[in-house]
């Protein structure tokens, strides 16, 4: 968010409730394609598909996280979450960057080789990935509902 000094005029638009619903909907649908690929393991797509499953998922991290925090932080007060929830939600979100990165890592490390030697790895982060970020879209639409 832009540093608070800017007139109003300046401050980009938080996001809107839709917005984050069709947000959870991609983040769903990212989640649903990474649990296939975890139960599918040993065998792998090819690497033109995983690499377009790690764009989605940097995707996701670098833009869809900001957008639900900012869209919460501009709730009025008496509808926002308090401040120890958005920090949670925050928290949330930076163990979710973590396991994406480490996560992208080794599923391009994976596609390049042929060993599988790291399936069982492989396996445990994906998980940790799509339960992780099912958990936060749980959280944030628990506060949208009407």
């Keep these: 968010m832009p540093p608070p000094s800017l007139p109003p005029s300046l401050l980009p638009e938080p996001p809107s409730y839709d917005a984050i619903r069709e947000d959870h909907i991609v983040q769903r649908m990212l989640c649903r394609d990474l649990e296939t690929l975890a139960d599918g393991l040993p065998a792998?797509?090819?690497?033109?598909?995983?690499?377009h499953l790690c764009e989605r998922i940097e995707h996701v991290?670098?833009?869809?996280?900001?957008?639900?925090?900012?869209?919460?932080?501009?709730?009025?007060?008496?509808?926002?979450p308090n401040d120890a929830a958005l920090a949670a939600l925050r928290r949330m979100h930076e163990l979710d960057e973590m396991h994406a990165q480490d996560?992208?890592?080794?599923?391009?490390?994976?596609?390049?080789?042929?060993?599988?030697?790291?399936?069982?790895?492989?396996?445990?982060?994906?998980?940790?990935?799509?339960?992780g970020s099912r958990r936060a879209i749980a959280l944030k639409e628990s506060w949208m509902a009407p």
């Design 61 to 80: 991290t670098a833009t869809h996280f900001k957008r639900a925090e900012q869209y919460f932080a501009a709730l009025p007060p008496a509808v926002r």
């Design 103 to 131: 996560l992208v890592n080794a599923l391009l490390q994976q596609s390049r080789q042929g060993d599988r030697d790291q399936v069982g790895q492989l396996a445990y982060m994906l998980r940790c990935f799509f339960d």
């Design 44 to 51: 792998l797509p090819a690497p033109q598909e995983i690499q």
